[in-house]
């Protein structure tokens, strides 16, 4: 199978030939200087060797004494780790901060591919307006030839991503170490399938935040103590949301409250190992900031042309007489369908869901068992579809089986 050079490659090339004649044309002139260096520690050494034993002695007391303060102290030694341990934590924040979740460790430094630039997104003037999306117009984007790591193309054996139009090799992703052997198998398992994978720009939810977005939620994380990439407790996560309850209610969390956390932390803990993962924890309090600073007309100009397309297969299968608008009830089973794809034989689904934000009566979940029948039968053309269901289509983003978002009642 023949590969194709890209641009890249090719400057790469070239950089790596200037190079060598640069190191060549250094060469030679470090030549000359060891040349003149040589001669003069020649003339050095006749002098040294007429110098008194005695100097020789006071020259080895005083490196002896050098050598000994060199040597840490007992309490330098002891503070070692606590020094260490500030920056790793310092580098998580950066890393946090910086979009990326991969650990330094994780890296295989020997072939290590150059990692993508995150750049986080600017909130436009025109964010909040209603963006026009035509209901019988596919877009049907047509996904990138090139790997978008090493930006070669090879015919085949290129996975897609399902939310945007980027592919990639299975062996860049392994080499750039975001993936790990789990998730690089399931990504070939699932990546040609119905159900598709999400690539690591797109399964990342928190990189849709803003800068200002991310600086608050970080600064909530650090009043609290939470250390990024690490996994939290039942009783770690209720400590956080009564600090978040404090913050922005005055007030605890009620024993109802309560136990919607406990029923989030079973939401976000899918295969019951007793803690949440850190990913899964920042893509839900991701969606609480997206719920909470966004309009709906913001988060559908978040949605890529193959959400765009998915939506329109669904309203279009629900809309069967054809005039543009379905019921409340359409709309809400149209919202569980966005989830179907991690639901599991050992998930039940009656502890698979969650709040999105804080738990408040504002919250598109809390309201949902005083939803009355008569609301049901309630029109809901295209436009209002895309809008309500901008944050649910969001939400399924990840690869995660965990549950992000409470599913529509």
């Not at 330098?76 to 500030?86: G, I, K």
């Amino acid at each position: 199978m023949g590969v194709l050079m890209s641009k890249k490659q090719q400057v790469e090339k070239v950089q790596k030939c200037t190079a060598v004649v640069s190191a060549f044309q250094a060469g030679l002139k470090d030549r000359a200087v060891t040349v003149k260096q040589a001669e003069g520690q020649v003339e050095e050494g006749e002098g040294h060797a007429k110098t008194n034993p005695d100097e020789k002695n006071t020259e080895d007391a005083v490196q002896e004494e050098n050598d000994n303060s060199a040597s840490p102290s007992t309490s330098q030694q002891a503070s070692a780790p606590t020094r260490d341990e500030c920056n790793v934590n310092q580098e998580a924040w950066s890393r946090l901060r910086d979009g990326k979740g991969v650990e330094p460790e994780d890296l295989d430094k020997t072939h290590q591919l150059t990692p993508p630039a995150f750049v986080r997104p600017k909130r436009e003037p025109d964010d909040d307006q209603p963006i026009e999306v035509d209901l019988y117009k596919k877009e049907e984007p047509r996904s990138d030839e090139m790997c978008d790591v090493c930006e070669v193309w090879t015919a085949d054996d290129l996975y897609p991503c399902r939310i945007c139009t980027r592919v990639f090799h299975d062996g860049c992703l392994r080499e750039l170490g975001y993936l790990r052997a789990e998730a690089l198998q399931e990504m070939r398992d699932t990546a040609h399938t119905v159900t598709g994978w999400s690539c690591y720009y797109c399964d990342n939810l928190n990189l849709l935040l803003t800068e200002e977005e991310m600086y608050s939620l970080m600064e909530t994380f650090k009043q609290c103590k939470i250390i990024p990439e690490s996994c939290l407790v039942s009783d770690e996560l209720l400590q956080y949301r009564h600090f978040v309850s404090k913050q922005q209610f005055e007030k605890d969390l009620t024993d109802e409250q309560e136990e919607e956390v406990l029923a989030q932390f079973a939401a976000l803990d899918p295969e019951k190992k007793g803690h949440i993962e850190w990913s899964d924890f920042l893509y839900f309090e991701s969606l609480a900031v997206l719920r909470k600073f966004r309009t709906e007309n913001s988060l559908v100009r978040l949605l890529t042309a193959k959400e765009r397309d998915t939506a329109r297969s669904v309203f279009q299968g629900l809309d069967l007489d054809k005039d543009g608008v379905i019921t409340r009830a359409e709309c809400r089973q149209a919202q569980q369908s966005w989830f179907e794809k991690l639901k599991k034989d050992s998930q039940s689904c009656n502890v698979s869901i969650s709040h999105v934000g804080p738990i408040c009566e504002s919250s598109p979940a809390s309201s949902g068992s005083e939803r009355s029948k008569n609301d049901d039968s309630r029109p809901v053309t295209w436009a209002d579809f895309l809008r309500e269901s901008g944050i649910y289509i969001l939400a399924a983003r990840p690869n995660s089986s965990a549950m992000h978002i409470r599913l529509p009642l």
